[in-house]
């Protein structure tokens, strides 16, 4: 019987859920990204950094954290931050549906090589890869939105101006 082949997101989707959430899962200390926790996984950082609430420090400070842990360590860490960014790879990598077989795998295939590439160049600090990533896979509809401008009604005969 044949398998159907995984795509390279389902893959990292499958390892970085048996990393942060076994025995000993990734987790980072709260306190070092602005939470008022001593420990986080890696697992709940990924709910919080996609929620739309969460303070862009929060984020940014997260985001620092784990490039600085996945460009030093590899590994385990480097599942650990590409893990935590699913979420937006696979808006990244959607494409429409088409004819062609393994379009969506060739494409989270192409958005994981483009990711780890950036993280592999030496003139580019954890900071400056960081903010690529939040601007480009945490945040991208903020980054491309303008400030929204106030839309100004008529006045209302009779009503106050």
Known sequence: ?????????????????????????????????????DSIGLWDLRGLLFHPATDVGVQ??????????ARRHRGAWMIGLVGVLLPGLREQGACPADDRSGGTASSGGMVLVSLLEGL???????????????????RPSAARTRPARRRRFAAVPGGPR
Not at 60 to 69: I, P, S
């Open 1 to 37: 019987m044949c398998r159907p082949t995984l795509s390279p997101l389902e893959t990292v989707e499958t390892t970085f859920r048996l990393l942060a959430t076994g025995p000993q899962p990734l987790s980072l200390n709260g306190h070092t990204i602005g939470l008022r926790r």
């Open 120 to 138: 592999d160049d030496p003139d580019v600090s954890k900071e400056a890869a960081a903010e690529s990533l939040l601007r480009t896979v945490v």
């Open 60 to 69: 940014r400070a997260a985001l620092v954290e784990l490039v600085g842990r």
